[in-house]
């Protein structure tokens, strides 16, 4: 296979060794903004893995705690708008489009990422948030260099055409506001292109909800039935109590099987996948007889955590935190201070069954 001449003199230059980061940072945030658009689960002001449900657990951690409280009425909107900037941004750096302007845009991100989800991992080095921002900030000031950049052929079209118009030039050409307007048009076709992609994301999340059911809006509320029982209480309770506190209720009541009463003990837990965010979860029996459920993924770097039957804590087996699941799942030694999230469990004594409440 032959390389054409104008690619071996662009890998030549000083600029093509930033591809492996630029490439890799326009894929990856390409990819995480297309991921949040087909997410049912997260343009959604409540409810698991939603930006809301997110923004409001960066309230207490975040040292801008304050002006995420102040935004938390359009948390929706705010997740809509991160995800078109990340695939925005991701277009701009893989194409070379806006370059210098996607750059500032992952760099000015990746620290509001670094203030809010980041914030609580500690020690900070093992967050990725701050790197990135290190790396947008390299390929800002270096700029594309012409590399595989469409920056440099709409450039080298509009010097072509200036040129054209102007063959004595006699003509003065104002180079600063041409390449004003170039930089207007450029950032104008970028925005463009990436409400383009997102689009076709959400025409694509709108097929895929109606062929699985999912429509993004909060489930019916389960209808009240007889003999609900919460676990060791010897009067009725009348309503849901999410975990770890769990409530009976009749065998009917929607909700993803887990479980059956009698089949739990206290060294063996249940492992399953929540159906709406697909992430892995954990069902265990307390010492105390409780019923407890909590989302599996670390809240430190995403690993699964496994479940120590000599200690009775869940731990991480990649940076070794520590969640406690009879306090709630508290981190209570490792990278991170953030718990666990509790799934909300049904607990129908009547039928003997556990399952995950429908929300």
Partial sequence: MTVPSSLRQALRRPHAALLPLRIGFGATFLYAGLDKLLDPAFLQATGRASIGQ?????VSVSPIGGLVQLALPYAVAIGLGIALAEVAIGLGALLGLAYRLAALGGMVLSLLFF???SWAVRPFYLGNDL???LGWATLLIAGSGGVLALDGVLATRTASRTRA??????VPVDLPAS?????ILTAGLLGVLALSVASVAGVVEAALGLRHGVTGGPAPSPTPGPTEIAVGSPSPAPSFVPSPTPVSTPSAAPGKFLARIADMTTSRPVVFQDPFTTDPGVLLKLADGRFVAYDAVCTHAGCTVEFDDTTGYLVCPCHSAVFDPARAAKAIDGPTFQPLMAFPIVVDTVAGTIRLAAE
């Fill in 54 to 58: 997110q923004m409001a657990g960066w």
């Fill in 115 to 117: 203030l809010t989800a």
């Fill in 131 to 133: 790197p990135y921002a």
């Fill in 165 to 170: 118009a102007s063959p004595s030039r006699t």
């Fill in 179 to 183: 390449a004003e307007r170039r930089a």
